[in-house]
């Protein structure tokens, strides 16, 4: 069975056909009201939450019965890197892709949320502000717009206006939408194989099409909405490996040469740039320390 195969099966048992339809039916909307909810089937109080949150908003929530990775890692052996909360998250993401990509409206965004998510925002109209300044700045070429993130490279991030951002390479798919003509894109170059893909997490994925220039993609700044963490254990890592999530932006970690290195703007050559200039540096430092030693000695 193929990629696509596999990706219409989790489709066909992670929705019911009556709230696909429905989203199959909205084809006028620049952004499809009836927005993906990914939740497991144990997780009703994270379902029921999220499903609040996002009427209040004025959205339809749709659930998407989340893929249980421990049951498919045999089946998924090239994934052997990824735990079996992040096979099950990118499983769960590209069935949805594969329903956007089969959308009729190319140019329709498709609303993906995960069941954690929490939000500042309260009524319909504090939402559909943002919505509309949204709209006064959304260019046919923007694939993806986060509307929430973490360990963005905030600093290389490109204004737009209205708190929207063009995006340097974000992280984390809590609350996203998708372009449906990406969405097919993608999948036509694979899906599951798509090297932007291949092996890793979802929103390493993305990163890489974003950070490649393959998409154009916006974020808000600050998020429209963020991970619950304190109280909600997370499937995909533990103890305070999951905190990062709280993180919009990368370099609001500790300074150390590591995360140094991580905040270069994107690009192989900013990277490999700096790291010549350390080098040329710790040499002069040397040199200069080496001189000073043998003037003190004479």
Known sequence: MDSASYLQTFLR??????????????????????????????????????FSLLSELGMQPLKFLA?????EQQRFNGYSKLNPGELGCLLSHMSILQAAALHSNPNQYTLVFEDDIISTLRGEASYRTHFDALKRHLMPEIRMVYQGKCLEQCLCMEPVGDGLFKASQP?????????????????????????????????????????????SALVFHPALFFQEVMQQASALREGSAQMYNYLECVEMQKSSMHHFFQTACSSPVSATALVLFTVAVLCVLFFAFRRRSATTRK
């Open 171 to 215: 992280s984390c798919t809590h609350a996203y939408m998708i372009k449906n003509s990406a969405a097919r894109e993608i999948m036509v170059a694979g899906g599951l194989q798509h090297s932007a893909f291949l092996g890793l997490p979802i929103d390493q994925g993305y990163r890489n099409l974003i950070q490649s220039k393959q998409f």
């Open 67 to 71: 893929v249980e990775g421990a049951a």
């Open 13 to 50: 048992s992670g929705t019911d056909n009556v709230s696909l339809s429905a989203y199959f039916e909205e084809v006028d909307a620049t952004f499809n009201p009836k927005a993906f909810v990914i939740s497991r089937a144990k997780d009703g109080d994270r379902w029921d939450h999220a």
